[in-house]
């Protein structure tokens, strides 16, 4: 009689151990958030399944394009930031993979005053649950910067110092949702949880989601650009006292969305523009009008 009661124990023990297991497996693989749905309304530009693979190992070593980029600006260093980031990476061959396989997006905002600052999203959940990608980045950071976790709408955030040897400069990260969020600007990544929490996304404007539908299929990039926002991305080349005069570009169109094609010496930008046809903006001239064509040289 003790021996059964002891038995059934043991197997009470062993079943509820397996449930609870199961449970944790099952609330640790949420639903990931689709990308575009973690986007903050603040985005000027959202690049969408950036080729990784294409962009590091083909395009960036010998493009002309790269290459006159750093000299216009003067940045020889862009080189060696560039190289050093992507050997940080490439030390990691789950991070290396997943890059490789999967891609990934970057949003562009303005920060502060005067600054662009980018977001990028990577998506981990067809290989990782949230807590091993966010273990998969602690370990890559370990013994080479310093880091400090906190919460933040009761997500786990992370704000990282580059040590010796490693990127310089700070960034701020978080796993949740099948997607990590990056950035300079921990503002941005905070944005973006808050995005993700409250469900109000790129997904609800109807603009965004009738050029999405047009995105092309085997290109390097899906471009979209936000026209209410664009004045803000030439305002670190400018002057303040300049500014309000691009307050125009907010009323050529709504959404816009490009399919970008990268070879060597050259881009290829095709793609389709939207405009709310409740707005007066300057494309609703051309509604219920044939297509012309245009030809510039």
Known sequence: MVKRIIYGGLF?????GLITLFIIKKLDKVEPVQVHRAVPGSAILFAEDIDFE??????LPESRIWIDFVNIIERGDLDSILNMGLGQIRSSESLNKLLLNQGMN?????????????????????SHSDN?????????????????????????????????????????????????LISSSSMLVEESIRTIHADTNLG????FQKVRETEGRYVHANLYIN????????????????????DMLSTL??????????????????GMTHGDPQLPLFLGVFREQSPSKLKLH
Not at 54 to 59: A, D, I, R
Not at 255 to 260: F, H, M, P, Q
């Open 12 to 16: 009470a023990v062993v079943c509820l």
């Open 54 to 59: 294409y962009l590091t190992e083909s395009f």
């Open 106 to 126: 970057l949003s562009i905002h303005k920060v502060g005053k005067d600054q662009l600052s980018p977001l990028y999203y990577l998506e981990y959940s067809s």
């Open 132 to 180: 091993e990608f966010k273990n998969l980045v602690l370990a890559l950071l370990e013994k080479r910067a310093m880091v400090n976790e906190r919460k933040y709408e009761a997500e786990d955030v992370y704000d990282v110092s580059g040590g010796p040897g490693f990127v310089s400069g700070t960034f701020t990260f978080a796993c949740l949702e099948g997607l990590c």
């Open 204 to 207: 609800s404007v109807a603009g």
């Open 227 to 246: 026209y209410q926002k664009l004045a803000e991305l030439f305002h670190p080349f400018l002057k303040e006292s300049e500014w309000e005069k691009l």
């Open 253 to 270: 169109s709504s959404w816009g969305e490009l399919d970008v094609d990268v070879k060597q010496e050259a881009a290829t930008l095709n």
